[in-house]
């Protein structure tokens, strides 16, 4: 119960251009193990909105050695670290079939009332407490990244019908989608994601026009998509790693 | 041998705003179960890079009485239909765990030389011939969409990172998606997607600006992506069914 372990297997409809798991599906993944954990401990979808309530991801950060590989198996083992009134802190290790570590995972998960879209209370969630899991993620707690004074790149982005999901939002995937095309091919083609984080600020709804703006400072990106009045709804930032020794990321 | 069945469970991460499995993912899982089946038969990607050659989709054609739902158990169950020296029919039935038919799928899979992007002569794949299957596949067969005089839209769409498959092209669910956005969030709470078609003409790429042009007329949408030269990349044909009698879709 402390744990839940969900398998995959990596199809070659489900590589990217290098042949590896995208990164948005490693962060669908990381949903998908959350959501499966939380409703197995009986705190899912169904007990929150019993109370009008429903969890949505605050924060979410990550380190990756390597990314899985086409035809390769790969799990994702999630626990909770801690817990409060208002937010739930959820870690994961993703590890290969074979047992290879691969990189682990942070997440902040906040539970909001549906219809006022405020943080709710969770102390009415007894169960959650029994859950925390003393298991150490071996990688730092996420840090605050700021908004850069200037940028390399803005663009427009208008978000339609495949954008959205079950909430009626952006969906989570697709935001990581638009921080990933902020750089060319090429670049993926030399360089693997090292680390990755992103903090939600402000939902997005279908036909919203944002703002795509991004800077590169070396091996690190960071990216903040704002709504037509200039608010952040989200910050990111992608650490890119070389994949050949010699040959730096342009 | 004859068959394969792959299952999946639909979680809340996985759903359209209508909470229900999005038509480019049951594309995707087309796809993942023709390439399960035919790795598995031996005659897959590994078999056919030997001769230099790779299966491409060409036509997709499906009804769906209805879409797996959240929290829904679904399968899909493909086989061969027929097979000659340059193509591959392959069906699908799609059901629910509990064995309710949601409807069915006809794909056509043409072998191409990877290098030179031209039609492979499958006719050493004997073993191909010994897989075709007498199953009847309750569909009609893929008609033919004429692209139509006139269109009611017409968007630039710029091909990004997380647009690329494993073959460096715009990948199948991405078309899937540009046809699907071409209507407004609303239509889709109306009406579901009843049946889809789908043909294939030309490869996209990283950085390409297309159009997608489509023309609706009463429940029924054609759409076309064409290239910068106007050279048709694929044309779709998409029907709508009410989801509640007596309101029309608007």
Redesign the interface.
Known sequence: MGELTITRNL???????Q?EL?L?SLV?DI??AA??HANQLGFG?ARLIEDGNAWVLSRLSLQMTRFPQ?GECYSLTTWIESFNRHFSERNFEIKTGGGEILGYARTVWVAINIATRRPADLTALTGLRDSVSDRPCPIPAQGKTRVPETFDSQVSYIV???D???N?HL???RYV?LV??T???GV?DRCSVSAFEISFMRECK??ETLTVSSVRDGSTVIAVISDTEGNACCIAKLVLAERIAGENAK
Chains 1, 2 share one sequence.
């Open positions: 199809t070659a409809a489900g590589c990217n251009a042949m995208p948005q669908r949903i998908d959501t499966g979808y086409v339609v019908v495949s959205i999901d079950s009626r969906t989570t995937a989608e990933v095309n750089l060319p091919l993926y279908f036909g």
